[in-house]
């Protein structure tokens, strides 16, 4: 487990283990399967209409990360809820080696952008991915953001679907009954923002990594700061 002396010193020696696992995670290849909604998934969805009398569908996204505050350790994952049981449902890992929350709330975006049937409202608690895509369907442009990478795969996405059937809706994260009654959110948004926070959590748990080597690095991090 490394040498007791140089912890007291702030200069841990670090597990190998840790290593290994970093190099476990794969590359991201920026790829997601496009997924056939069944007439049993159209029962199970959620819709609202617009203005002007219009149909949309709503689907939640959402990032979530086990470790958040220590990046050795920390691993990402995202997901998109439709409906109880929908085929279109997704909990996944985040591949690749930036695992940070708001790039896996990106990540879950682009998946469900590829997914898009008719007319979707993504809703999203992420402000920030919020924002750009709103920017992009202003046409406005996102070059300034972190994980242009995820940027240009979204803006790829919306110029072959057409940015008038992409809307985004921003939903407060872990609400409560307080926020239900007070009209933070609706009772809808927060059922699908909820289902969704769960699939992101199990994404991130799908990543491999030893427990041994995961209490031992949080042993020498309490001793060392």
């Not at 219009?54 to 086990?66: C, I, N």
């Not at 691993?75 to 409906?83: E, K, T």
């Not at 020498?220 to 700061?225: N, Q």
Request: glycine share 8%.
């Amino acid at each position: 487990e490394g040498t007791p002396s140089l912890w007291y010193c702030g200069e841990p020696t670090e597990d190998p283990q840790l290593e290994e696992d970093l190099q476990q995670i794969h590359d991201e290849d920026y790829s997601d399967p496009v997924c056939a909604r069944t007439m049993d998934d159209a029962a199970g969805e959620t819709w609202e209409q617009d203005e002007h009398g219009v149909g949309w569908r709503l689907v939640a996204t959402d990032g979530s990360g086990l470790h958040p505050r220590d990046p050795r350790l920390r691993r990402c994952g995202y997901g998109a809820f439709y409906g109880e049981g929908h085929s279109q449902n997704a909990t996944v890992l985040l591949r690749g080696q930036c695992q940070v929350v708001p790039r896996a709330e990106l990540r879950g975006a682009l998946r469900a952008l590829r997914n898009v049937v008719d007319r979707d409202v993504l809703l999203i608690d992420c402000k920030s991915v919020v924002d750009g895509l709103q920017t992009l369907l202003n046409g406005g442009s996102v070059s300034h953001l972190d994980h242009q990478d995820l940027w240009r795969e979204v803006e790829a996405e919306l110029d072959v679907l057409g940015r008038d059937r992409v809307r985004v809706r921003k939903v407060k994260a872990h609400t409560t009954e307080a926020d239900l009654q007070a009209g933070v959110i609706s009772a809808v948004d927060r059922a699908l923002n909820d289902s969704v926070d769960t699939l992101a959590k199990k994404g991130a748990a799908q990543h491999p990594q030893h427990l041994e080597g995961l209490l031992q690095a949080k042993r020498r991090r309490r001793i060392t700061i």
